[in-house]
């Protein structure tokens, strides 16, 4: 099946995407039956471009590369916003890989809205709108028969989602546990050999592991949107990010760590969310774990999440959990289900 693709978005996970594409087309072709052609591009920084006869995505990948910027693609209508360039394009998908904002979601939230609201069918990496507006939006998707699908929004290329909808199908899901913030992993980790916070978070910066601005990490808004995602995706909760029970990484020191260690435990960002009676409760605490737990076990910034269902007792998961190539390969993955359910395989 061959899809007409809109990218909102152009930073390093919808380059990610964009380079998978590249790199695996006749392999796609030939293995899935899948085929695309890219007919627009919009980002606030990079530019915008939308030519209805199909874009060239090689060179709109080098000229991202070497320029910073896809404003001298020749021809082509430019200038347009997300919002023109979804309203505008004929296309049955759109990629929605702009910024996350977990205070109201936008521009993503707007951007899913108008696609649904044309009969697109979207995939997105964007947490913001599944975290403050999941059932608001697939109700959307389902009254215009439409898919949204948003496997990046937790574990980044990391099947979390599909492995609870699709590979546990059947099963009902009674608790999720998990590191889900590859950052503040990270900076524990390092804490174990003697650093402080302030050092320990200086060098994940350096290597890119966290924000110049990192509070969504530290403050664990970033896990919580997830577990809320987890929480209402899987286990068919009706939770929002301020029920989360939050508290970050910030007022954690050498010395609880070296005390934990000592008593064979070991200090780890932990997200959980649990059926008490009817009721969904989650929450996000640094714990103290066994060395007989799993999480306790996962190194730097990997991520991992365990699921305890009626049928399998615990299904564990982990790898990676951020970066351009493990969302953009998340991308790749929901449109590769997507081509499956519309072909009827």
């Given at each position: 099946m061959k899809f007409r693709l809109i990218l909102v978005g152009f930073g390093n996970?919808?380059?990610?995407?964009?380079?998978?594409?590249?790199k695996k087309r006749d392999y796609l072709r030939t293995r899935h039956g899948f085929e695309y052609e890219i007919v627009a591009v919009a980002d606030t920084i990079k530019g915008s471009i939308m030519a209805q006869t199909g874009l060239d995505l090689e060179r709109l990948l080098s000229l991202a590369h070497e320029r910073g910027s896809i404003k001298d693609y020749p021809g082509g209508v430019r200038d347009l916003s997300g919002i023109e360039t979804i309203e505008q394009a004929h296309a049955d998908v759109l990629v929605e890989a702009t910024w996350t904002n977990l205070k109201d979601g936008?521009?993503?939230?707007?951007?899913?809205?108008?696609?649904?609201?044309?009969d697109l069918h979207v995939?997105?990496?964007?947490?913001?709108?599944?975290?403050?507006a999941y059932h608001e939006l697939v109700a959307l998707a389902r009254r215009r028969g439409r898919h949204l699908r948003f496997e990046g929004t937790v574990l980044s290329g990391t099947p979390a989602i599909s492995l609870g909808t699709e590979a546990l199908a059947g099963s009902s899901i009674k608790s999720i546990r998990g590191i889900l913030n590859g950052t503040t992993n990270y900076v524990l980790d390092e804490m174990r050999t003697g650093r402080t916070y302030e050092q320990a978070l200086r060098t994940a910066q350096e290597l890119g592991y966290a924000e110049a601005d990192p509070t969504n990490d530290v403050e664990a808004w970033d896990t919580a949107a997830k577990i809320t995602i987890l929480a209402n995706v899987l286990m068919d909760g009706s939770i929002r990010l301020a029920d989360v029970h939050r508290q970050g990484i910030t007022e954690i020191t050498p010395e609880d760590v070296s005390d934990a260690?000592?008593?064979g435990r070991r200090i780890k960002l932990v997200a959980e969310a649990r059926r008490n009676e009817?009721?969904?409760?989650?929450?996000?605490?640094?714990?103290?774990l066994d060395q007989c737990d799993l999480l306790s076990h996962v190194p730097g910034v990997l991520n991992a999440m365990i699921l305890s269902t009626d049928v399998q007792p615990d299904v564990a998961i982990v790898g990676p959990g951020a970066g351009g190539d493990s969302a953009g390969y998340a991308l790749l993955s929901d449109l590769l289900a997507l081509n499956r359910i519309l072909e009827g395989k």
């Open positions: 996970v919808a380059q990610g995407f964009a380079s998978l594409l590249v936008e521009p993503g939230l707007t951007h899913i809205k108008k696609a649904l609201e044309r995939v997105t990496t964007n947490k913001g709108p599944i975290a403050l260690e000592s008593k009817r009721q969904i409760r989650a929450q996000v605490i640094p714990e103290r």
